[in-house]
């Protein structure tokens, strides 16, 4: 059973700033990756930044520049830092972790609940 807890979604002005958590926890062996993906009303579901364990971080072209992930391996935590907020960042924003939950099981990619950010003037 793997639970990732997101938070830090919430209301902010374009321009401004948030800071989302997720925390994985639960019986699993190792995290190859973790990211963010992102949802906004009808649309489909898209990649926002991942990070890797031992590559290299990818971020949307939208989001580059202004948007930063980051983790802390200690806690199997991922950060997304996201700066000068625009009105087209609003959406769900859900945490991604790629990992294994046994040795001999396959990788997997589970998912938190899902955190609203919303921009607007």
């Known amino acids: 059973q793997v639970r990732l807890v997101e938070s830090g979604g919430g209301l902010v002005q374009p321009g401004g700033s948030l800071r989302l958590s997720c925390a994985a926890s639960?019986?699993?062996?190792?995290?190859?990756?973790m990211g963010w993906y992102r949802q906004a009303p009808g649309t489909e579901r898209e990649l926002v930044a991942s990070?890797?364990?031992?590559?290299?971080?990818k971020y949307a072209d939208s989001v580059k520049g202004r948007f930063t992930i980051s983790r802390d391996n200690a806690k199997n935590t991922v950060y997304l830092q996201m700066n000068s907020l625009k009105p087209e960042d609003t959406a769900v924003y859900y945490c991604?972790?790629?990992?294994?939950?046994?040795?001999?099981?396959?990788?997997?990619?589970?998912w938190g609940q899902g955190t609203q950010v919303t921009v607007s003037s």
């Open positions: 990070i890797p364990t031992g590559g290299m971080t």
């Open positions: 639960g019986s699993i062996f190792n995290i190859n990756a």
């Open positions: 991604n972790v790629i990992g294994r939950v046994g040795v001999l099981a396959q990788l997997n990619a589970y």
